[in-house]
């Protein structure tokens, strides 16, 4: 078995030195603890050289590990097993504390077997808790660290602690609703903690936290204590276990957030303190981009070997050019693309053929003869005729995923836009252009980031068409004639340059004087923007895949 394969990332030390402090601090010693997927017990031995009176129990599925720990911890209990079953069933409540980093593997990447132990411990550990439907959800969608939270409280006394290292994840992912209602179900989320100007694990895309729950019931007023390290991670972990409550602010940003609201706490671990001064000046001048627009996504079209066409391709194919369609797609990696979509210069076209109309098109006709195997694949089975692409055109477009660049791109008249991309059309009274000025500024750029989530792997951003409509942007609605009319001048004298690297657009006259006409409709906000700019740069920096370019 490979590490990729059980999802082994081994905990650093100054993780592990805090993940034990933030577990301790404030309580009495633990006596008995447990890591219940020890691995090569890197925790187990920093929690062993702070808590040198606890007993110490290890759980690990891979005997070269545990072997590891047991060389590195002779006086502690280390077992082989999965604790998602036997081995685990064995320590149900037994432990003043429960600390680890459990593996971060999708479900479908586990072989059957243990998919049906993944499924089974959910019902055990939260059957009471969870209807069918719920289980089924986390089961089917939920990383195998989701199951092992849930097993871990279990493991904990009641009044114990469970302080773990996760990805963050499992705060944004389809399975997050069922997984917090479990785990608020059995205990209270006390402390949420990362660092944004660090990479704990250096070889794994993506970002980590620290979750410290306290096992038992809660009360309805609790608060989650989130804190964003301004301080290295060695630094806290020496600090933070005696420090009192209101010295937390030395060392990180500190936000409450309700406990009984976990899809606000991804929001609060995220945004960046500039993110959270931009909102609070800005008030009601933000309002979520489903007030101004509807979204919809792009076509998925089934097979885009045979609806997706370059130019020459299509020419060579004499199709048409009546059922041929330009296509937007999203900015591809280190692609530099203007705001300004040409429907004449568009790599690819988009086979769009209405129902009955290959009668007279010959050229389609025989393009769709040639590929009619294609009928047979699931993605096609459902549409009647297969042929017909289900395309609705657009002209302003919200991009689905990104990397150091921020673009939403404009046509001027109607094109198709594949599922990569959202199609924005604007509610009655929102000017489009004005609109479009809004999705390009730093301001909506910050957003995206401070608020996106960043668990897609390969360092890059992602939004869903439901979150979308959530995204904070200025009202351009609040701008006069005069100022709706500097805005979209503005506009037009960006649109059709390249968008570059954040790093870049930084220092270009065109950016900031864009930022500042659509900051005119919040007054005080145009004091932000080089905050603003630098938060931006800062997040982008840390996704794993994107570096800063030399800037000289």
């Not at 309002?287 to 070997?305: E, F, K, M, Q, Y």
Request: proline content about 7%; hydrophobic content about 50%.
């Amino acid at each position: 078995m490979t590490r990729h394969a059980l999802g082994q990332w081994f905990t650093p030390a100054p993780v592990a030195d805090l993940a034990v402090a933030l577990a301790c601090a404030g309580r009495p010693a633990p006596r008995r603890v447990c890591d219940p997927t020890c691995g090569d017990g890197a925790i187990l031995a920093r929690a062993a050289a702070a808590l040198p009176r606890a007993r110490l129990v290890g759980v690990d599925i891979d005997p070269a590990a545990a072997a590891a720990a047991r060389a590195r911890l002779p006086g502690a209990t280390i077992e082989v097993g999965d604790v998602l079953d036997g081995a685990g069933a064995r320590h149900l409540g037994a432990y003043d504390l429960v600390i680890g980093n459990p593996p971060w593997v999708r479900p479908d990447r586990l072989a059957a077997d243990r998919r049906a132990r993944l499924a089974t411990a959910i019902g055990d550990d939260a059957g009471d808790v969870l209807d069918d439907e719920a289980r089924g959800v986390l089961a089917r969608r939920g990383d195998l660290a989701a199951a092992c939270v849930l097993r871990a409280l279990r493991l904990a006394r009641p009044g114990g602690v469970v302080a773990l290292v996760l990805s963050t994840a499992l705060l944004d992912a389809g399975y997050a609703g069922p997984l917090w209602r479990a785990v608020t179900a059995r205990g209270r989320v006390r402390r949420l903690v990362s660092a944004p100007a660090e990479r704990w694990f250096a070889d794994a895309a993506v970002n980590a936290m620290i979750v410290v729950i306290e096992v038992g019931p809660g009360a309805a007023d609790d608060a989650v204590e989130v804190l964003r390290l301004r301080v290295p991670t060695a630094d806290a972990a020496r600090r933070i276990g005696g420090a009192a409550p209101n010295a937390l602010a030395d060392l990180a940003d500190v936000r409450a957030v309700p406990a009984a609201a976990p899809t606000r706490w991804g929001r609060a671990l995220r945004a960046p303190a500039a993110w959270t001064a931009l909102e609070a000046t800005a008030g009601d001048a933000l309002v979520p981009l489903g007030a101004l627009a509807t979204l919809r996504r792009g076509i998925t079209s089934g097979a885009n070997d045979v609806f997706y066409l370059t130019r020459d391709a299509a020419r060579r194919a004499r199709i048409e050019p009546d059922v041929l369609a330009p296509l937007v797609h999203s900015p591809r990696d280190g692609a530099e693309l203007a705001i300004a979509i040409d429907p004449d210069a568009t790599p690819l076209c988009a086979l769009v053929v209405p129902p009955g109309g290959l009668t007279r098109r010959r050229g389609a006709r025989r393009w769709i003869e040639a590929h009619a195997a294609a009928a047979a694949r699931p993605s096609l089975r459902g549409r009647d005729p297969w042929w017909a692409l289900p395309a609705r055109p657009a002209r302003l477009f919200l991009t689905k995923a990104y990397g150091p660049r921020f673009l939403q791109r404009l046509a001027p008249r109607p094109v198709i836009a594949d599922q990569r991309v959202y199609a924005v059309e604007p509610r009655a009274g929102v000017c489009l252009e004005a609109l479009a000025a809004a999705l390009n500024t730093t301001w909506t750029a910050l957003a995206l980031e401070a608020l996106g989530r960043a668990s897609m792997g390969n360092g890059a951003v992602e939004w869903t068409v439901g979150d979308a409509e959530a995204l904070p942007v200025l009202d351009v609605r609040r701008a006069d004639r005069r100022g709706s009319a500097r805005i979209v001048a503005a506009l037009d004298a960006i649109a059709a340059r390249p968008v570059r690297h954040v790093t870049l657009e930084r220092d270009l006259p065109d950016r900031r004087a864009l930022d500042l006409a659509v900051a005119a409709v919040a007054p005080g906000l145009a004091a932000h923007l080089d905050d603003a700019h630098a938060a931006l740069i800062a997040s982008v920096a840390l996704r794993d895949r994107w570096k800063l370019p030399v800037v000289r």
